[in-house]
């Protein structure tokens, strides 16, 4: 079993700064892909952004630019530096990592959510 618990978040100005850590736990020989979601009310989850094996990070359109992902392989661990954030930024942010078991398989979990809110 491989978990993910993310923290940071709360309650930003919009035009503040947040940033967000994730860390991996469990019997895992590596982590491939990290990924950070967000899921507003009413709305579906949607990348935000990635960290991939071969190095190159994506954004998504709306934080291109605000948003920097990066990860420490030291720590198992992905952060998600947010910038001049707005309202539209409101979301619960969750972390995603793909890697590889200590038996070999391939495992994919998701953390349990951190919620971020951009208000005055």
């Known amino acids: 079993q491989v978990e993910v618990v993310e923290s940071g978040g709360g309650l930003v100005q919009p035009g503040g700064s947040a940033r967000l850590s994730c860390v991996a736990s469990?019997?895992?020989?590596?982590?491939?892909?990290w990924g950070w979601y967000r899921q507003a009310p009413g709305k579906e989850r949607q990348l935000v952004a990635g960290?991939?094996?071969?190095?190159?990070?994506k954004y998504a359109d709306s934080v291109t630019g605000r948003f920097t992902i990066s990860r420490d392989n030291s720590k198992n661990s992905v952060y998600l530096q947010m910038n001049s954030l707005q309202s539209g930024d409101t979301a619960v942010y969750y972390c995603?990592?793909?890697?590889?078991?200590?038996?070999?398989?391939?495992?994919?979990?998701w953390g349990q959510g951190t919620q971020v809110t951009i208000s005055s």
């Open positions: 995603h990592a793909i890697g590889r078991r200590r038996d070999g398989w391939t495992f994919s979990s």
């Open positions: 469990g019997s895992f020989v590596s982590i491939h892909n």
């Open positions: 960290n991939y094996s071969d190095g190159s990070p």
